[in-house]
């Protein structure tokens, strides 16, 4: 069984404490009654969280925690105190942040980035706001393209920083951001481009053609809710673009090409008409 991660493991004998569950290797850990599955068995396979409790010892849990061991997560800050900083961590443990793994110090009730990861001297599970070196750049397994999923994280003059598939780091440039974000968010995106230095410019809508067609459909679909019209044309503000179908001037006049030449839209001075 590991820390910090769901383990699969089987029901071995009930006490008054929990179940005893255990693994291949004939390991065995204890889950409290309070988290003991209506109907579970013995010999039955449960998903577990394993980590260490309050008083160090290793137990499991089936609550899931917001992030698990090498992940990233935005979390808040429950308390302070002489040790340092704990985060609401989804579990009954908080998760700690030393002082010396803070940038600036944590104030309760805000909510900062961090990873999570395994202290070597103590071998519990603690959480960093020194986030940059976590990352992997010696080589990104992506391509151009792919779908990825997205932690949003804080705003640069560039754009919106992002954690990318719980590995990579990524940047949203500010005027591909055609809907509101704010830091803590989840959402999927798009690898735009990897650079030389193995950072990834992602977007939120789907690049190239599949994007056109997206945006095509999008705007098919708020015409059949505004009654066959919408009143916007090829002169119309980015702004009022915007506001309408949360996408780029550019992306919608190439998509509403797409439209009129499979004649699915007539337009006109005043708008497009639904065909």
């Not at 291949?24 to 449960?46: F, M, N, Q, R, S």
Request: hydrophobic fraction near 40%.
């Amino acid at each position: 069984m590991n820390i910090g991660i769901q383990n699969r493991l089987k029901v071995l004998r009930f006490t008054p404490p929990g179940a005893y569950l255990g693994d291949k290797a004939g390991k065995e850990i204890l889950l409290p009654t309070k988290y003991i599955p209506a109907k579970l068995k013995v010999d039955d396979e449960v998903e577990v969280f394993v980590y260490r409790d309050s008083e160090d010892r290793i137990i499991a849990t089936t609550l899931r925690p917001h992030a698990e061991i090498n992940q990233f997560g935005y979390l808040r800050v429950k308390d302070v105190n002489q040790f340092g900083a704990f985060l609401d961590w989804g579990i009954e443990k908080d998760l700690m942040v030393p002082f010396r793994e803070q940038i600036g110090k944590m104030q309760k009730g805000s909510s900062y980035l961090v990873y999570v990861y395994l202290d070597p001297k103590t071998q519990r599970l603690v959480a960093t706001q020194k986030i940059q070196s976590r990352f992997e750049n010696s080589s990104i397994n992506l391509e151009v393209g792919e779908e990825v999923n997205l932690l949003i994280g804080e705003e640069t003059e560039l754009g919106m920083n992002v954690v990318v598939n719980n590995r990579y780091k990524g940047l949203v440039y500010s005027n591909e951001i055609f809907t509101d974000l704010m830091m803590g968010d989840r959402t999927r995106g798009f690898v735009k481009n990897i650079r030389s230095d193995n950072k990834i410019d992602v977007s939120l809508q789907k690049v190239g053609l599949d994007n056109l067609e997206e945006g095509a459909a999008v705007i098919l679909k708020v015409l059949e809710v505004n009654d066959g019209f919408l009143a916007l044309t090829d002169k119309s503000s980015p702004d009022d673009i915007q506001f309408h179908l949360q996408m780029s001037k550019k992306t919608f006049k190439r998509s509403l090409g797409i439209l009129y030449k499979k004649r699915l839209v007539e337009l006109t001075t005043k708008g497009i008409k639904k065909l």
